[in-house]
């Protein structure tokens, strides 16, 4: 099955600096790409998606990455603001199967 | 407000117990599933509709039962508590469960003594 992993449990920036969240994915044939935020006490938010047929999409502020050769995908969030402060996870889908595999998250903190 | 709504918002169950944890979206979403969140965990998917009357199995389905009679509603039943069912869980909603966003309720904190 899927395994969906991120590189660091706790990702602590200052404000005004720029974000980065990795995220690894194990399975090939996963084609859709999904990057949430979850504050304290309440459910994920959806922050953007990318399908496997793109390589970078960008929000507002968020930028993701998806390098399919390593299955490595990415989440930046430009200029962090104490608002950003939350738990990001990475999910990764496989249409066929219409369901998520969630990352074990990464909890950004933003100091002032 | 559209969106997905979950009840009750915090249950203490004693071991052995049963009872059905509430979902209900009104966005017209064809497909459904719940998670459970344990502490330093992702979320794990129990179980998953993309239909009325079709349901399946998730990651961790053991102990738990769902049944999909409206396109709006998707209930959690536990039949027999456990510790180990010790958790948060929420439910989502997506129009077609491919790609883009999924919709989260609020959460379910279940505490199983």
């Known amino acids: 099955g899927e395994s969906v992993g991120l590189h660091l449990p706790t990702l602590s920036v200052q404000e005004g600096d720029n974000s980065i969240i990795n995220c690894a994915y194990s399975n090939s044939a996963s084609d859709y790409f999904i990057w949430y935020k979850q504050e304290s006490g309440k459910g994920p938010q959806f922050i953007i998606d990318i399908r496997s047929n793109m390589d970078k999409r960008q929000g507002q502020r968020v930028t993701v990455l998806l390098n399919k050769t390593v299955k490595h995908l990415s989440l930046q969030i430009a200029a962090t603001q104490p608002g950003d402060s939350a738990v990001y996870f990475c999910a990764v889908g496989d249409t066929g199967r219409r369901a998520l595999t969630f990352g074990s998250g990464t909890r950004l903190q933003v100091q002032p | 407000n559209a969106g997905v709504t979950q009840t009750p918002k915090f249950q203490v169950l004693k071991t052995g117990q049963s009872m059905t944890l509430q979902c209900a979206q009104d966005m017209n979403h064809e497909y459904m599933s719940w998670y459970r969140q344990d502490p330093g965990m992702g979320l794990r998917l129990i179980h998953y509709?993309?239909?009325?009357?079709?349901?399946d199995q998730g990651e961790v389905p053991n102990g738990y039962n769902v049944s999909r009679s409206t396109t709006e509603d998707f209930p959690l039943r536990l039949l027999s508590a456990a510790p180990s069912q010790t958790s948060v869980y929420f439910c989502?909603?997506?129009?077609?469960?491919?790609?883009?966003?999924?919709?989260f309720g609020s959460g379910t904190r279940l505490t199983v003594v």
């Open positions: 989502a909603s997506s129009y077609q469960g491919r790609g883009g966003g999924y919709t």
């Open positions: 509709s993309v239909g009325a009357g079709i349901t």
